[in-house]
C-alpha cells in the first residue's frame, strides 16, 4: 500500500506581484507617479509650542505666593529626614489627588505619608486623567508651580522643559535648631573627646544664667604691620573662635569644590562666628592671607596611629622670606600654629613629628599639596596632595629629598605664567600695526642677568610644564 497523502493546512499559495511582466499589460497594476515638488509653494513644517509665560527660560507666572506640587516620593523622603514640610518650605503646598491615590495604593506601610498628604493645609488638585500614575499629570502642570520631588527619573524629565523649578531634599539633613536626640549625642561626644569634657557638661548645662559669647572680629592690619605679626593676629583670631568639639560640623566642606566656592563659606564662618575644627581653619586662614601676597599657603596634612586607630589632621602651611610656618586649630596646642621660623620643609614636618611623639602617637603618612592662588575668584581647585610621603618607608635623608624636591615643585609653580587668555590668543591672532609676528616681548631671565660669564644651560620644557596645567581625567 502506498503512503497516504496528508492535507497541508493554512497553506498560502505564492502570488505573483502585480508588477510582474508575466501579467498582462492591461493587468498590470501601474507604476505610481512621483508628484513633481512645487518651488514656490510654501513649506510646512511643525514648530515646537512654547506657553507664553515664558521670557526665553524665565517664567513670568511664578510669584509670591509659590506653590509647590508635592510628589509621592517627596513626601516619604521628608518623613525619613524627619522634617516637618510645611515648616521647611513656609509656602503654599499643592498636592494632587493622583498623589494621594498612588500614596493610598503603597499599603499601610506610608500610612503617614498619606496622613501627611490629606492634611487640611494642603490644596488637593482635581485631575482628568485615568488611573493613578502622577509622574505625567506632574509634567503637564508645569506653569505656575514648583515641583517638590526626589525621583531622580522625574527630575530629568522635569529639567527638559525651561522655566520649571524642582524644589529636592538634599542629603537628608534638617539643620538646625537641632532635635533634642542629637544634643544629647553632642553632649555624650563632648564628654568623650574634650580634655574636660564631663565637667564641663554638667557646668554648662546646670548653668541657669549662661554668660553671653563674644563675637570676636575679623583682624585688619597697618601698613606698617609685618607679616609675621600680620600671621600671629590671624591665628589668634581661628583660636578665639575655638575648637569644635560637638560632633557636629557645622560648616559643609567638600575639597573638590573650587576656591571661590570655598571662599564663600570662609565668609560665612566669619559672620557666624561658630566653633570650627581643622578643616575649615585651612580654608579661613587661606580667606584671611588672600590679601597677602608675599605669603604663600599650601595644605599639610598628617595621618598618625595610636592605640590601633588612625587620626587625621590638616593645617595650612605657610612660605614667607624664605621660612616656613603653620596656622590652623586643634585640640592640642603643639599640633596647630608654627610661628615663621623654620628654615626648611623638613625642619617644620620634623617639628609637627616631635609633638606627636609627645602624645604617643606615631607618625605614617604626610601629604602635602601645591601653593594656593592668592584670587578669591578663582575657579580651580586645590591641589590637596601633591606629594604623599610613607615616613615608614622612607629614610630620614631620603624624606628630606622628598621634601626638598617638593619645595621647589612649588618654587617653580609660582614662575610659570597664567593660563592664555582667550581673548588675549584673539588679539594676537588678528595681528598688531604696532609689532610683528618676529619681534616678540622678550623678558631677560634671571639666568642671563648675572655677572659671570658662564651661563646654566637650562633644559627643554615640555607644553604642559610651560603653560603651568594639566589635563586631568
Not at 54 to 61: E, G, H, K, P, R
Not at 273 to 300: D, H, S
Not at 412 to 424: D, E, F, R
Request: aromatic residues 8%; positive net charge.
Amino acid at each position: 500500500m502506498g503512503k497516504q497523502k496528508t492535507k497541508k493546512f493554512a497553506a498560502m499559495k505564492r502570488m505573483i506581484n502585480l508588477k510582474d511582466n508575466r501579467i498582462k499589460e492591461k493587468d498590470r497594476a501601474k507604476p505610481k507617479e512621483k508628484k513633481k515638488k512645487d518651488p514656490s509653494a510654501l513649506k510646512e513644517r511643525e514648530v515646537t509650542k512654547y506657553p507664553s509665560c515664558l521670557f526665553f527660560q524665565y517664567n513670568t507666572q511664578l510669584g509670591p505666593p509659590y506653590h509647590v506640587i508635592v510628589d509621592t516620593n517627596f513626601i516619604n523622603f521628608s518623613i525619613k529626614a524627619k522634617l516637618d514640610i510645611v515648616q521647611s518650605m513656609m509656602d503654599c503646598l499643592y498636592a494632587k489627588y493622583c498623589v494621594m491615590a498612588e500614596i493610598e495604593k503603597l499599603g499601610m506601610k506610608y500610612r503617614v505619608a498619606l496622613r501627611i498628604a490629606k492634611d487640611p493645609r494642603f490644596e488637593r488638585l482635581p485631575c482628568t486623567h485615568k488611573g493613578t500614575y502622577a509622574d505625567d499629570c506632574l509634567v503637564q502642570r508645569h506653569k505656575c508651580y514648583i515641583l517638590a520631588t526626589v525621583d531622580r527619573d522625574l527630575k530629568r524629565r522635569v529639567r527638559k522643559i525651561p522655566g520649571v523649578p524642582i524644589m529636592y531634599i538634599s542629603n537628608h539633613r534638617g539643620g538646625l535648631p537641632v532635635d533634642e536626640e542629637t544634643w544629647e549625642r553632642m553632649w555624650r561626644h563632648v564628654a568623650r573627646i574634650h580634655p574636660n569634657g564631663e565637667a564641663l557638661g554638667k557646668e554648662t548645662r546646670g548653668a541657669t544664667d549662661l554668660p553671653k559669647i563674644p563675637i570676636p572680629s575679623v583682624p585688619t592690619f597697618q601698613p606698617t604691620t609685618t607679616i609675621p605679626q600680620r600671621l600671629e593676629a590671624i591665628q589668634k583670631y581661628i583660636r578665639e573662635l575655638q575648637y569644635n568639639h560637638t560632633g557636629t560640623q557645622f560648616f559643609e566642606i567638600k575639597k573638590s569644590r573650587p576656591l571661590t566656592a570655598l571662599m564663600d563659606i570662609a565668609k560665612e564662618m566669619t559672620r557666624e562666628a561658630l566653633p570650627i575644627k581643622c578643616l575649615e581653619a585651612v580654608i579661613l586662614g587661606i580667606y584671611l592671607t588672600n590679601n597677602m601676597p608675599g605669603v604663600e599657603r599650601f595644605p599639610l596634612s598628617f595621618q598618625s596611629h595610636f592605640s590601633g586607630n588612625h587620626f587625621h589632621h590638616i593645617v595650612l602651611g605657610v612660605h614667607c622670606g624664605g621660612r616656613f610656618g603653620a596656622l590652623g586649630t586643634s585640640r592640642r596646642e603643639d599640633l596647630m600654629f608654627k610661628p615663621l621660623e623654620f628654615r626648611t620643609l623638613m625642619d617644620l614636618v620634623q617639628e609637627f613629628e616631635g609633638a606627636y611623639r609627645g602624645y604617643w602617637h606615631t607618625l605614617r603618612k604626610v601629604r602635602i599639596g601645591q601653593y594656593v592662588s592668592h584670587d578669591a575668584h578663582s575657579v580651580e581647585q586645590i591641589e590637596w596632595k601633591h606629594s604623599i610621603l610613607d615616613l615608614d618607608k622612607l629614610t630620614k635623608e631620603e624624606l628630606r629629598k622628598e621634601l626638598e624636591r617638593h619645595t621647589r615643585d612649588m618654587r617653580l609653580k609660582i614662575g610659570k605664567p597664567a593660563p592664555p587668555s582667550p581673548t588675549k590668543d584673539r588679539r594676537n591672532s588678528m595681528g598688531s600695526p604696532l609689532r610683528g609676528q618676529g619681534s616678540p616681548v622678550r623678558r631677560i631671565s634671571r639666568i642671563e642677568r648675572r655677572p659671570s660669564g658662564d651661563k646654566k644651560v637650562l633644559e627643554p620644557k615640555s607644553a604642559a610644564e610651560i603653560n603651568g596645567y594639566q589635563i586631568r581625567v
